[in-house]
């Protein structure tokens, strides 16, 4: 071809608008692609939920990408045909947006556990994608949840991790949509405790100094080279450590969300608050700042690591002695009173819904200890499903 047709050629393209229009998408991917994301979802005997929620990642939007995001479905070792189930849902919901997303079903490749689980998934990734995102195969994330995370991160570079927000539904519908059935309304919180730790939550994000992250939706920078240790079941803690040793912040992205079932009260309710809470036993003894810390961060690492474990003892002592060391202290009419008044506000306070709260809250930390004493806890574990 001559120079003189080649430019004819070139002029045609321009001028034929399929051809300039896709040329211009072409370029606006290129100039604009975000960062490649690398989905992880670990799952044990999740048949009961695994399909929707590969409906829920199929109904999300993702980044734009030069590249196809990888989303991993790593099985560990299911009882039931989790993974069956899911190897028929990625050919049916991602097959045909292999150019956007590659979708495919890992068996863990190390020791039993979610942890193993994750790390095959980590190396399998390797350096692939820009960042990795992990989230649990019981909750519905947000249509917009992927490209918030993103996004936050993209325009934070101080930051290394951060996770959704948490919001609540009595239970989830199964076409994947991270609405309540018949479109009711979600909660943020589904108690004191939950509205209590929210608040933290954002105040600890405007420094970039958030702890208790959400493992249910968590991203973080794959040049990072994070992996969690074996026979750790707070997974996300460690994680969230791991970004903090580096001198990377943390926070909370308040446009991510996701939605999750509150398990009714009863002994399942019971049995996973009391996993949480050894989870954190378990995992409290690392809770130490980097050499050179400022004094808020040695101060936030010493809270989470003694205040939380030794509640059980030291709110009781606090409560029924703080009455009684004012009216000693102030020997007036006025201590009395006052002291008085605050015993009375105590038990006021025990017999309030929130006060029983706490208490139950205290007596799970007591026995959380206990059990924890007795023997390690096992970084395997699933919630039964109905």
């Known amino acids: 071809m ?65 590249r196809p995001h990888r989303l991993l479905i790593l099985d560990d070792h299911s009882a039931d045909d989790t993974a069956e189930r899911a190897r028929a849902l990625c050919e049916q919901l991602f097959a045909a947006r292999a150019s956007e997303i590659h979708a495919e079903v890992l068996v863990n490749a190390h020791d039993p556990g979610k942890v193993g689980a994750l790390n095959t998934a980590l190396e399998t990734l390797g350096d692939d994608v820009d960042l990795v995102v992990l989230t649990d195969a019981d909750v519905l994330i947000d249509e917009h949840a992927l490209t918030e995370l993103s996004d936050f991160l993209a ?8 996770c959704a927000r948490q919001q609540f539904a009595e239970t989830l519908g199964e076409d994947g949509r991270a609405l309540a059935p018949g479109r009711l309304a979600l909660t943020d919180a589904a108690g004191t405790y939950d509205r209590l730790t929210a608040a933290v939550r954002a105040w600890e994000s405007r420094g970039g100094r958030l702890f208790s992250v959400h493992g249910q939706l968590l991203a973080w920078r794959a040049s990072l080279g994070l992996r969690p240790t ?31 079932e509150k398990p009714p009260a009863g002994a399942g309710r019971r049995t996973q608050e009391i996993r949480r809470a050894r989870a954190y036993v378990q995992i409290a003894p690392r809770f130490r700042a980097s050499p050179g810390s400022g004094l808020l961060t040695r101060l ?4 989470y690591r003694y205040l939380p474990l030794n509640a059980p003892w030291l709110l009781p002592v606090v409560a029924l ?8 202290g102030l020997r007036s009419f006025t201590g009395l009173v006052i002291g008085n008044l605050l015993a009375l506000a105590v038990i006021v306070f025990l017999w309030s819904p929130a006060g029983r709260k706490a208490v ?3 007596t799970i930390i007591s026995t959380a200890r206990r059990m924890q004493a007795m023997g390690e806890l096992s970084d395997r574990w699933e919630m039964p499903r109905p």
């Open 300 to 303: 936030q690492f010493a809270a």
């Open 230 to 260: 074996p026979g750790i079941a707070a997974d996300d803690l460690e994680l969230m450590l791991g970004v903090r040793a580096a001198g990377l912040g943390v926070a909370l992205a308040p446009g991510a969300v996701f939605v999750e």
């Open 360 to 362: 139950r809250l205290l």
């Open 2 to 66: 001559s120079e003189a047709e080649a430019r004819e050629t070139a002029n045609a393209d321009e001028s034929h608008p399929a051809r300039s229009a896709a040329s211009a998408r072409g370029a606006a991917v290129e100039h604009h692609a975000g960062p490649r994301l690398g989905l992880i979802v670990p799952c044990r005997n999740e048949a009961r939920v695994i399909g929707r929620k590969l409906r829920n990642l199929a109904l999300a939007r993702w980044p734009s990408c030069a």
């Open 321 to 328: 002695l703080g009455p009684s060391l004012l009216i000693f």
């Open 155 to 162: 325009q934070r570079p101080a930051l290394g991790m951060a």
